[in-house]
């Protein structure tokens, strides 16, 4: 395939939209938030296109920060960085991106783990912006346009560092290009290896860049799976949304007895089956046995309870249930039912761990819903622990924690 050409690709007008914004979110955005809307800005020197770089002055006439424009965006300005003046320029993001490189080099042995997320967008001062390391592939999520400019310089930054075999381009699906040559899951460099894997905490993962959600695996619960690995020694495990078996293998690395990985979608219980293959070199994984069930979670754990099947430990880990706020109070309701649902399939002292990824659901909300299902299943629940995102999905603002989960033995 020809390599990539980004010389198509937009470039950035050089001259910096000079933005003046209502003095009510001045504070807001000194703080770090990385989020400007449009309705709070009061005037611009001229129109800007996606991508723009534009400088916030404050009441006083001083520089207030700095962020990208998005035409298409009612969040209007992407903030890169407030507080003191600095240039952006390709040196920044050089600078920005090698830091976030270097936090990630220090937290992973990657003979052990080598799949983790390099950049989590606002939360690593780069919104819009994810990139996921998967060993020799990488891949880059786009969640707008306003990287475009930058992204010739983003893809040398990761070959100068990591010398990926392949480099992917996910587009989110509110990423409307209109520019023909970008397709979500494309090779930017290289070709994609028909087999691409990784290694998280030793288990070889399959994944799927192209076609997989998000960029292919859900590094965010890299540590809850070894947290329930730790659980599950001589136990049985139903992993509830179990997509391609993760918290399935990593109970079976940890000497479970059982596996059972649920989930509505077949493609997603073949790879799980496909990651139990890829390991059967482990003595504890090849003595686990692996079951798939593919059904709504809902109806299959229903009918669980109804045949009096139990499990040791079971995690349930859904996805969003509020993508709208408006949806807030149906998501609470469906994470009680789901939960009660759970808790009536947990052994006696067994364990339920239970999830949220809704970022408009709080901790609190989902801690309470959870535990008003475990007491409507009428089970007595001690509370043995919170945890939250992996340590590559720092949380840089409040929208930022999205990820929760808490760890419930049951009487
Ligand atoms: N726990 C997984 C990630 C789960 S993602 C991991 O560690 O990798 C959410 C999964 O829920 C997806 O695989 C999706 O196919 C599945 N899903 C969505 N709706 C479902 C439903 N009603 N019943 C069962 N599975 C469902």
């Not at 999520?141 to 475009?148: D, T």
């Not at 292919?216 to 730790?230: A, M, P, T, W």
């Not at 409040?398 to 033995?409: H, M, N, P, R, S």
Request: some cysteine.
């Amino acid at each position: 395939m020809a390599p990539f050409d980004f010389t198509t690709l937009p470039t950035r007008n050089p001259k910096r939209i000079a933005v003046r914004i209502q003095p009510n979110v001045e504070k807001h955005l000194r703080s770090g938030h990385p989020w400007l809307y449009v309705d709070r800005i009061t005037s611009t020197s001229h129109a800007g296109n996606t991508g723009d770089h534009a400088v916030i002055f404050d009441r006083k006439n001083k520089f207030l920060g700095i962020g990208i424009w998005d035409a298409e965006s009612q969040i209007r300005l992407k903030m890169l960085h407030a507080g003191s003046p600095v240039k952006v320029n390709d040196d920044w993001l050089n600078q920005r991106l090698q830091d976030c490189f270097a936090k990630r080099d220090s937290y992973f042995d990657t003979t052990q783990t080598n799949g983790y997320r390099l950049v989590h967008g606002e939360n690593d001062g780069l919104p819009d912006l994810v990139i996921d390391r998967y060993g020799e592939t990488i891949v880059i999520k786009l969640y707008s346009a306003i990287w475009l400019p930058d992204l010739q310089q983003i893809v040398a930054t990761l070959q100068a560092h990591y010398a990926p075999h392949c480099i992917v381009l996910r587009l989110a699906r509110r990423f409307k290009s209109d520019l023909m040559q970008l397709r979500d899951g494309m090779a930017l460099v290289g070709t994609l290896p028909t087999q691409p894997t990784f290694l998280e905490n030793g288990l070889r993962y399959h994944v799927d860049p192209f076609q997989g959600q998000k960029t292919g695996f859900f590094l965010d619960q890299r540590d809850n799976r070894s947290k329930v690995g730790e659980l599950c020694q001589n136990k049985t495990l139903l992993n509830v949304f179990s997509y391609s078996g993760g918290f399935s293998l990593a109970a079976a690395q940890a000497g479970a007895t059982e596996a059972t990985s649920l989930d509505i979608s077949q493609y997603a219980l073949t790879e799980a089956d496909k990651n139990f293959g890829l390991n059967q070199h482990l003595s504890a994984v090849a003595a686990c046995q692996h079951h798939t069930v593919a059904a709504d979670a809902f109806a299959a754990l229903k009918t669980f309870a109804k045949q009096g099947q139990r499990f040791d430990v079971v995690v349930t880990d859904p996805p969003s249930f509020a993508n709208k706020q408006d949806a807030v109070p149906n998501a609470i309701d469906a994470y009680t039912r789901l939960n009660r649902l759970s808790a009536q399939v947990v052994s006696k002292n067994g364990v339920l761990v239970a999830a949220s990824c809704s970022s408009r659901v709080t901790s609190e909300q989902f801690f309470d819903a959870v535990l008003s299902g475990v007491h409507q299943a009428q089970r007595t629940a001690i509370v043995l622990d919170k945890t939250f995102h992996a340590i590559d999905h720092p949380i840089g603002f409040a929208e930022g924690a999205y990820l929760k989960c808490i760890y419930l033995q049951l009487d």
